[in-house]
C-alpha cells in the first residue's frame, strides 16, 4: 500500500493499493520533489467521477505505468473536494494550455509546483508515452521547460488578477447583458443550447428574479421550460428522487449518473422559488423526492449530509457500469408493471425517444400527464395514481440491486448549501421532519464543523474535523444562518452569521484586492486564488458579497455594506457573458431601488411571517420581532397592540398594515 492508506477521502482510500507510490499534497512532498530535483505528477480527482475510475483502472493499476511514474516523478494525488483551491489553480493551468477542463486533471509541474504539460483522461500507452517524453524533456533540457513555465505562470498570474478590474459601474447595462445572454437559451429543452448540459442553479435562480422583478415572461417562460424539462429528463431520479450532476446531450437524457449534494441543495431554492411563483406541483413534487433521497441516503446519524454518489454501480455480473443502477430493460419493465407496460411506455418513452444503448432505457418525460390521460381515456387523477403506483414498484425492484459507491465526506460548504435549501424548501412544505432534519443539521454545523471562536474545518469524517475551513465554507455557512433568520426572525442565528463573518475577514480578506481569498497562506500554492465567477456552484465571492449587504442592513454596519459594494462594482465592469456572474448580479439587485425590505412587529409575527414566507417576493429582505428588538435595524421600531407590516423600498415606506388581509391584498396587486 501507498501513502494514500493514511487518507480519510474515499477516492483517495481507492488509490491506496496501486502499484504507483502515491503521496499527499503537503510540505513533505514537495520538499522530496525538490531535494531529488524530479518533476511532480499532481493528478486530482473526486470519487464519484467515472473517467477517474477508468484511468485509475488502465494506468494507476498497472505495474508498467507505475515504474515510469516511480523512477521519474514525485506522485501526488488529490481530492478535488478536499482541496478545492489547489484543483482550481491547476485548472487554470489546464484551460491555458488545451483550451478546455475537466477531471481527472493530470499536470506535470516543476519540482517548485510552476505546471509544464497538463491533460485529464489519457490511455496507457498515450500516458507512458508523454511522461517517458517529459522525463527526458526536464533531463536533457531542462532550461526550455523552466523558461515555458514561467511564461504559463505569468500568464495564470494575469487572468487571475483583481488589480486588473475596472472599479467603476459607469457603463454597466443589464438589459443588455440579458438580451446577450438570452440568445445562447435552448428554447425546446430549457438550459443552454450544447452538450453536455448543466443545470446552472445560480443562473436559474437571477433570471427568475429578474423576469419577475422586471415582469419579463419570456425569460420566465424560459426558466419554467429549463425546470420542467430538467425534472422531466433521465437527469431527475424520478423513482428515488435527485438529481445527477449533468447530462451529456441536450435534452437532459442521459445523465453523468454521479449525484452530488451540491446540485440538490441549491436547487430546492429554485425550485421552492418556481413553486411560491407558479404554484406547480411538478416542482413541489421535485423537492419533496429530492429531500426524501438526501435523507434516505446522504444523511448520517449526527445530522450532517455525506457528499455524492458514484456514477458507477456493480452489476449483477459484479462488473462496475455507469447507470447500472438506473437503466431498465423492456423485460423488465413488462414483468413489473404487466398491464400498464404501454401506459407507462408512453410517460416515461419506452421508445426510440427515451433509449439509451444495449438495449437500455432510461426514463424521460415530454408530454404534460393531462394530455397522456385524455388520449389514453382515463382521468388525470387515475394518471396520477398510477404514475405513483409504478414508481413505488420500481423502487422495490430497484432496491434489490447494488447501489451506486458512497462519498461519506461531509463538506462544511455543501451542508451550509443544504441548510439553506431545506429552510427555503419547508416555506413551502411545512414539514415536521424537515424542521428536525434543519435543527440537526444546524446543530451539526454548530458543534461538528465549528471549532473554537467560529472557526470552521472544511472536511468531516469518522468523528474527524480535518483541513481548515476554506472561505467558501466561511460564505456558505454564513449564507444559511441568514435564512435561517429569515424564516424565524431568531436572532441567536444572525449573530452566529455575525461571528463567522467576522473570523472570515480575519482569514481571507485582502484589502488591496478588495476580494477573498479562496484559502489561508499557504507557501506551497503557486499564485494566491481569489474564487470571482459564478459555476455550477457560485464563487464564495458573490455569494460573500450579497451575505455582507443583508447583514449591513440589519447590524447597520457600514463596513459591511461598503465591502459588499466594492466586490460587486469592481466586477460590474468585466461582465461579458452573464452566466458566469449571476450571483454578483443578484447582488447588484440588492444595491438598487427595487430591493425591498418587509419588516413585522407584533405579537403575532411568526404567524405572519410563516403565510408572508409563502409568496414569491424575490430582492427583498424579511425581518421583524414579537418585542422590542435590539437589533440595530429594528431598535426604532416600536411594538403597537396589533401586530404591524412595513414596506420599504429605498428608504421610502409604505403607511404601516395593519393585519395580513392587507398585506396579501397589496401582493396580489403588485403581482397582477
Known amino acids: 500500500m501507498n501513502q494514500l492508506k493514511n487518507a480519510h477521502s474515499p477516492y483517495l482510500l481507492q488509490h491506496a493499493e496501486n502499484p504507483v507510490h502515491w503521496k499527499f499534497w503537503n510540505n513533505e512532498s514537495l520538499e522530496q520533489a525538490l531535494k531529488e530535483n524530479k518533476l511532480l505528477l499532481i493528478s486530482i480527482g473526486y470519487s464519484a467521477c467515472h473517467w477517474c475510475h477508468v484511468m485509475e483502472h488502465e494506468c494507476f493499476e498497472d505495474f ?76 536533457n533540457d531542462p532550461e526550455k521547460m523552466v523558461d515555458y513555465a514561467d511564461k504559463l505562470l505569468n500568464g495564470i498570474e494575469i487572468i487571475s488578477n483583481t488589480d486588473e478590474l475596472p472599479k467603476s459601474e459607469s457603463s454597466f447595462n443589464l438589459n443588455h447583458l440579458i438580451q ?19 443545470m446552472m442553479p445560480s443562473n436559474l435562480e437571477f433570471l427568475q428574479d429578474y423576469g419577475f422583478l422586471t415582469n419579463d415572461k419570456n425569460i420566465l417562460n424560459f426558466v419554467d421550460l429549463s425546470l420542467t424539462k430538467m425534472a422531466w429528463g433521465g437527469l431527475f431520479d424520478t423513482i428515488h428522487g435527485g438529481f445527477s450532476r449533468y447530462s451529456v446531450d441536450v435534452k437532459w437524457h442521459i445523465p453523468h449518473f454521479e449525484k452530488m449534494l451540491y446540485d440538490n441543495a441549491l436547487l430546492l431554492k429554485v425550485y421552492s422559488d418556481a413553486y411560491k411563483r407558479t404554484q406547480n406541483n411538478l416542482y413541489k413534487e421535485v423537492i419533496e423526492k429530492t429531500i426524501q433521497f438526501l435523507k434516505d441516503e446522504f444523511l448520517n446519524t449526527q445530522g450532517g449530509f455525506y457528499a455524492a454518489f458514484d456514477a458507477d454501480s456493480l452489476t449483477p455480473e459484479n462488473k462496475l457500469v455507469e447507470g447500472a443502477y438506473y437503466s431498465w430493460k423492456i423485460e423488465e419493465l413488462k414483468t413489473i408493471l404487466k398491464d400498464d407496460f404501454n401506459l407507462f411506455s408512453e410517460v416515461f418513452n419506452i421508445n426510440d425517444f427515451g433509449y439509451w444503448e444495449d438495449d437500455f432505457y432510461v426514463l424521460i418525460q415530454n408530454k404534460e400527464l393531462d394530455k397522456i390521460a385524455e388520449e389514453a381515456n382515463i382521468t388525470f387523477e387515475v394518471l ?54 434543519i435543527y440537526n443539521l444546524e446543530s451539526f454545523i454548530s458543534n461538528h464543523l465549528t471549532k473554537e471562536d467560529y472557526n470552521l474545518g472544511h472536511v468531516y469524517k469518522n468523528d474527524n474535523l480535518y483541513i481548515d475551513g476554506l472561505f467558501e465554507d466561511y460564505a456558505f455557512v454564513i449564507q444559511a444562518y441568514i435564512d435561517l433568520y429569515s424564516n424565524s426572525f431568531n436572532e441567536e442565528y444572525l449573530q452566529k452569521a455575525k461571528n463567522y463573518t467576522h473570523v472570515a475577514f480575519d482569514l481571507f480578506y485582502d484589502v488591496e484586492k478588495h476580494f477573498f481569498c479562496s484559502h489561508r497562506k499557504d507557501p506551497n500554492l503557486i499564485i494566491k486564488h481569489f474564487e470571482i465567477e459564478d459555476n455550477v456552484i457560485p464563487a464564495s465571492n458573490s455569494v460573500m458579497a450579497n451575505n455582507l449587504l443583508i447583514l449591513g442592513q440589519l447590524f447597520q454596519n457600514s463596513y459591511f455594506t461598503e465591502t459588499a459594494k466594492k466586490m460587486t462594482h469592481h466586477i460590474l465592469e468585466t461582465i461579458d457573458y452573464a452566466s458566469a456572474f449571476s450571483h454578483w448580479l443578484l447582488a447588484f439587485l440588492k444595491t438598487k431601488n427595487t430591493f425591498t425590505e418587509i419588516t413585522i412587529m407584533g405579537s403575532e409575527v411568526k404567524e405572519y411571517l410563516h403565510i408572508i414566507y409563502e409568496k414569491y417576493y424575490p430582492n427583498s429582505l424579511k425581518t421583524g420581532s414579537k418585542n422590542k428588538s435590539s437589533l440595530p435595524f429594528l431598535k426604532d421600531y416600536k411594538i403597537n397592540q396589533n401586530t404591524e407590516i412595513y414596506i420599504c423600498t429605498n428608504n421610502n415606506c409604505l403607511q404601516p398594515m395593519k393585519d395580513l388581509n392587507e398585506f396579501l391584498n397589496y401582493y396580489q396587486n403588485i403581482n397582477k
Open 64 to 139: 508498467d505505468v507505475a515504474e515510469v511514474m516511480n523512477n521519474h516523478f514525485v506522485s501526488i494525488k488529490i481530492d478535488r473536494e478536499e482541496q478545492p483551491e489547489v484543483d482550481a489553480i491547476y485548472m487554470k493551468a489546464l484551460q491555458l494550455m488545451t483550451k478546455q477542463g475537466g477531471w481527472p486533471l493530470n499536470i506535470v509541474a516543476l519540482p517548485n509546483g510552476k505546471p509544464v504539460w497538463g491533460a485529464t483522461y489519457a490511455s496507457k500507452s498515450q500516458w507512458i508515452e508523454v511522461l517517458t517524453q517529459l522525463s527526458d524533456l526536464y533531463k
Open 384 to 437: 396520477i395514481e398510477k404514475k405513483k403506483n409504478w414508481e413505488t414498484l420500481l423502487k422495490t425492484y430497484r432496491d434489490k440491486r447494488n447501489k451506486p459507491r458512497l462519498d461519506d465526506k461531509i463538506i462544511t460548504s455543501w451542508n451550509g448549501m443544504l441548510l439553506s435549501g431545506l429552510v427555503h424548501a419547508n416555506s413551502i412544505l411545512k414539514d415536521i421532519e424537515i424542521e428536525e432534519t
Open 180 to 198: 446577450k445572454w438570452s440568445k445562447s437559451f435552448d428554447w425546446e429543452y430549457g438550459g443552454y443550447a450544447r452538450a453536455p448540459k448543466f
